[in-house]
C-alpha cells in the first residue's frame, strides 16, 4: 500500500471527472460538515426578524460557497489518484 492509498479519503469516480463517496472516516466527517454548514441556516432564518433576513441569506450563501470550495480542494488532495476523467474499464 502506497502513501497515496494511505492519505485517501474519497474513492475516484468510474467514469468521468470526479471523487466518488468516502473510503475513510476523514471523508465522512467532512462529508457531513458540509451538509451541516449548508442545509443549517435555512433552519434558523425564520428566527431572524424580516427587515434583516435577506441579509442573513446572503450570508449564509457566502458561507455556503467558501465551505464548498473548501471541501472541494480536500477532494482534490485526498481522492485516491487524484481528480481526472476516467473511462472506466479502459483504464
Not at 502506497?2 to 470526479?18: E, K, M, V
Request: proline share 7%; with cysteine.
Amino acid at each position: 500500500m502506497n502513501d497515496d492509498q494511505n492519505t485517501a479519503w474519497f474513492r475516484p469516480r468510474r467514469y468521468g471527472y470526479g471523487a466518488g463517496l468516502p473510503i475513510a472516516w476523514q471523508g465522512w466527517v467532512a462529508l457531513g460538515l458540509l451538509l451541516l454548514v449548508v442545509i443549517a441556516p435555512s433552519f434558523f432564518l425564520f428566527l431572524i426578524p424580516p427587515p434583516y433576513r435577506i441579509v442573513a441569506m446572503i450570508g449564509s450563501l457566502f458561507i455556503a460557497l467558501c465551505a464548498t470550495g473548501i471541501f472541494l480542494a480536500l477532494c482534490r488532495n485526498h481522492t485516491y489518484g487524484g481528480l481526472r476523467w476516467r473511462w472506466g474499464d479502459r483504464e
